[in-house]
């Protein structure tokens, strides 16, 4: 079974520019969650999406959006891009949602970095 | 609110030497779930275990062991015979009925195994 696949892997963007990120779960896998990792923050939940509707969010302002659609394929959107936006995007897909009792799967990140 | 303290942030071994990783965390959840990720420097997290709080049967996986007590909230792993291989960002992270999928992170413990 093919993994978490992330595209792109790696992009430069300007400030005030936006962006967006792609992510194919695995197969079966109906929810997709998406995470930020900085050296400076550490590793934090931006939102989840199970049957293409948001099920969780985390403390990010509304300049992070996400959606997922009904092949279960996530993408997230970041506009107005800031320098401290740089990082490395994590999405991770589950079979479950609701207990969080199933483990999540990473796929190998979008590193953007905002100049 | 969740917490997860990885208080070591750096360890370094030499190769064969056993290393224990330690990860304390606080929920209010009376159900909940451990785990455990490697992050390679690729970047990739890697799922290692999940842990349900209602089971504390500890579990051994090879040359990786993991000792999970409620008593003093912690859920430490143990590699045996370390290898080269094992250089990594280890992370522990909790989730519960409360949150979901949503993972909450330690801060990670940079483990680097020298020949």
């Known amino acids: 079974k093919a993994g978490v696949t992330q595209t792109p892997r790696y992009l430069i963007k300007t400030r005030g520019q936006q962006v967006t990120l792609s992510c194919s779960p695995i197969s079966g896998h109906r929810s997709v969650s998406w995470y930020q990792q900085t050296p400076g923050q550490g590793l934090q939940f931006l939102f989840e999406?199970?049957?293409?509707?948001?099920?969780n969010k985390g403390n990010f302002p509304g300049r992070f959006s996400g959606r997922q659609f009904s092949n279960s394929r996530s993408e997230m959107n970041v506009s107005t891009l800031e320098l401290g936006d740089s990082a490395l995007y994590l999405c991770a897909s589950s079979l479950d949602r609701t207990s969080g009792s199933y483990e999540q799967y990473f796929g190998p990140g979008t590193r953007l970095t905002v100049t | 609110a969740q917490k997860v303290t990885q208080a070591q942030t750096e360890i370094s071994v030499v190769e064969k030497e056993d290393v224990t990783l330690d990860c304390v965390y606080e929920?209010?959840?009376?159900?909940?779930?451990l785990f455990w990720y490697k992050q390679p420097p690729s970047g990739e997290l890697v799922f290692l275990i999940r842990r349900n709080s209602f089971d504390e049967q500890n579990e051994i996986s090879g040359r990786y062991s993991w000792n999970f007590q409620k008593s003093t909230s912690s859920f430490n792993f143990t590699i045996t015979a370390s290898q080269v291989v094992d250089s990594a960002v280890y992370f522990c992270a909790l989730s519960g009925e409360t949150s979901g999928s949503r993972l909450t992170f330690g801060e990670g413990t940079q483990l680097t195994v020298n020949p």
């Open positions: 999406y199970f049957s293409e509707t948001q099920r």
């Open positions: 929920t209010r959840d009376t159900t909940y779930y």
